[in-house]
Every structure is written in structure tokens, then in C-alpha cells.
């Protein structure tokens, strides 16, 4: 009864997909804890109720990218190694959300153009625990066998739904589109579009590494470039139905740019 409980309630998150920013998909699975502000352009969100609750990247010193369907943010951790001590780490920036711009085509059921940015109130500024990660004017599409690094504070057990207190990274490996839609994966449910990216653990002596609850909204980087940023999942570690990310796409670039002028 209790398996099926929870299987239930997986199956609305995947559907509802963080409506309120309470039942995230995304948390590092099989992952290591990042040496203090080695990924110095993560950002910590919180929602309405000062629950942390989703990840993202900050961009600029008035900017951070997240996904569309981490809603209700309000405000921003910056230089954030380990929660509990973010109060008082002389290192940690914390802004306010100004404006919340997700983009006008996302689609929480089919999780199409899972992406929005964040205005902050005040200007960032730039230290050793605190720095941009600026996009490049144009992604290639990352091509399949190549190694990322997904990024977050999300629950690292799928039986224990809290959000952990240290920053974890995982590696995750670039699975194309067609294995992702096959029968034996998501089976074109949602459809993985060329504006989205698959990746997991495929190595047969590799220990399970992915994304999954609460690193919603974080950035997937490849070679210390982000090509993507955490949307979905369907469990946690499960080699055929590995993480999903939105793609940085050349489409999704130029929103951002344009957005960015606001």
C-alpha cells in the first residue's frame, strides 16, 4: 500500500510538475558534495514561504535562469555551500526576485520551453564564492556519449524527500533523443523534442548518478558550459528513464537574451 502511495504521488509530481514549487523532481542521485563554492554561479531559490526549493544559474548581476516550473520564487541565495550555515557565511549574497519571467510557451504537461529567468532587485556582486555563468551566443547540441555534471541541493535518497543541506554534483551522460523516446524509456511520453536533453548513467560499472527531486531549475553543464537546465524525471536513478533537460538551444538563447533587456 505504501509503494503504491508513493508511486501515486510521483505520477502527480511528474504531472503537475512543481506547481508550487512543493514537489519537485530533481535531486542528486549517486553524487558527490562540490568543494566549497567551486560551482560559484549556483543559486539557491526559495519560494513564498522561505522553503528552499529548486536550483539555477546566475547569468548576470541582475540575472538567474531557472525552469519555468519552479513557481512562486521569491528570492535568491548566491555563494550558498551548505543551508543551515547560509544565514550567517559572510560569503552568501541574498536578493530578492523582482520580476519572474517564465517563458510564454512552456508547457507544464508536455514540459516544453521549461525555462524562465529572474530579475533581481538588487545588483550582484562578484567575489571568489559568487560569479556569472554567461551563455554563449549559440549551444550545439550536445551529441550523445558526452559527459556533463548536473548540480544541486536536492534529496539524495528517494526514500527521504528533504532537500539536502550541501551542494552535491553528479556526472550524467548525453543519451540521444531516440533512446529516450523508445518503448523501453518515456515511449514519446512526454515526447523528448530537439529542444530537450536526455541524460543519465549508461556505463554498466558505473553506480547510478542523476537528477531527480529538488534540483529542480539547475544548471547541466558540459565542459564548464551550460547546455541545459534540470525540467524532469520519472523516479530517481532509473536507467531507462533517465533525467531530462531543457535544452539551450539557439531558440531558447535569443528568449533569453531578448528577455534580459527588460
Known amino acids: 500500500m505504501a509503494s503504491s502511495l508513493l ?10 510538475h512543481v506547481q508550487s514549487c512543493a514537489c519537485g523532481e530533481a535531486e542528486i542521485i549517486g553524487g558527490k558534495k562540490v568543494k566549497a563554492h567551486s560551482l560559484p554561479y549556483m543559486a539557491l531559490l526559495f519560494n513564498s514561504t522561505d522553503q528552499p526549493c529548486c536550483g539555477g544559474a546566475l547569468l548576470s548581476s541582475r540575472w538567474v535562469l ?7 520564487i521569491s528570492t535568491v541565495r548566491l555563494g ?4 543551515p550555515n547560509s544565514l550567517t557565511d559572510r560569503s552568501v549574497q541574498v536578493r530578492k526576485v523582482s520580476m519572474r519571467y517564465p517563458h510564454d510557451a512552456f508547457n507544464p504537461t508536455t514540459h516544453v520551453h521549461d525555462l524562465q529567468l529572474l530579475k533581481l ?31 544541486g541541493w536536492g534529496a539524495v535518497n ?10 552535491m554534483s553528479a556526472n550524467v551522460t548525453v543519451i540521444k533523443r531516440e533512446t529516450c523516446n523508445s518503448p523501453t524509456y518515456y515511449n514519446s511520453d512526454p515526447v523528448i523534442t530537439a529542444n ?10 558505473e553506480n547510478d ?14 565542459d564548464g ?38
Open 158 to 167: 528517494a526514500s527521504n524527500l528533504m532537500m539536502t543541506d550541501d551542494l
Open 66 to 72: 531557472t525552469a519555468a516550473h519552479c513557481s512562486n
Open 7 to 16: 508511486a501515486l504521488v510521483k505520477t502527480l509530481c511528474l504531472v503537475l
Open 121 to 151: 532587485d538588487q545588483e550582484v556582486n562578484p567575489t571568489d564564492a559568487v560569479k556569472f555563468l554567461p551563455l554563449p551566443n549559440e549551444m550545439p547540441d550536445p551529441q550523445e556519449g558526452t559527459r556533463c555534471t548536473a548540480a
Open 80 to 83: 550558498v555551500d551548505n543551508i
Open 225 to 262: 558550459v551550460q547546455v541545459g537546465i534540470t525540467s524532469f524525471g520519472r523516479g530517481c536513478a532509473k536507467r531507462n528513464k533517465p533525467g531530462v533537460y531543457t535544452l539551450l538551444s539557439k531558440e531558447h538563447i535569443d528568449w533569453i537574451n531578448g528577455t534580459m533587456q527588460i
Open 196 to 205: 530537450m536533453v536526455c541524460a543519465g548513467t549508461v556505463g554498466e560499472n
Open 209 to 222: 548518478q542523476d537528477a531527480c527531486r529538488g534540483d529542480s531549475g539547475g544548471p547541466l553543464t558540459c
